[in-house]
């Protein structure tokens, strides 16, 4: 069973910083190009980052030099690091994976307010 689970978010004042992690379980990891996105209250869901099993790297225009994505294959996991979070950053974040077909986490919320 395929399991993409999301951890890491929270409540953080503006100009903070969050990691989220995303746990895969069930899929050969190494192989999956892995991607994080996130939804805000009437929005759509829109792109963030996204790293490919080489490890190369690319980024939505609205987060570059603030957020980076990475991963451990050897535990698993993806991560966004986040800083100098804005209010407008509030929202449901998702991984997803893909390879042979795509999967995605169950979400963990950020909400960034003073």
């Known amino acids: 069973q395929v399991q993409l689970v999301e951890s890491g978010g929270g409540l953080v004042q503006p100009g903070g910083s969050l990691t989220l992690s995303c746990a895969a379980s069930?899929?050969?990891?190494?192989?999956?190009?892995m991607g994080w996105y996130r939804q805000a209250p009437g929005k759509e869901r829109e792109f963030i980052a996204h790293i490919t099993s080489g490890g190369n790297t690319n980024y939505a225009e609205f987060v570059k030099g603030r957020f980076t994505i990475s991963r451990d294959n050897a535990k698993n996991a993806v991560y966004l690091q986040m800083n100098s979070l804005k209010p407008e950053d509030t929202a449901v974040y998702y991984c997803?994976?893909?390879?042979?077909?795509?999967?995605w986490g169950q979400g963990t919320q950020v909400t960034v307010s003073s």
């Open positions: 069930g899929i050969r990891f190494s192989s999956y190009a």
């Open positions: 997803n994976g893909v390879y042979m077909a795509v999967y």
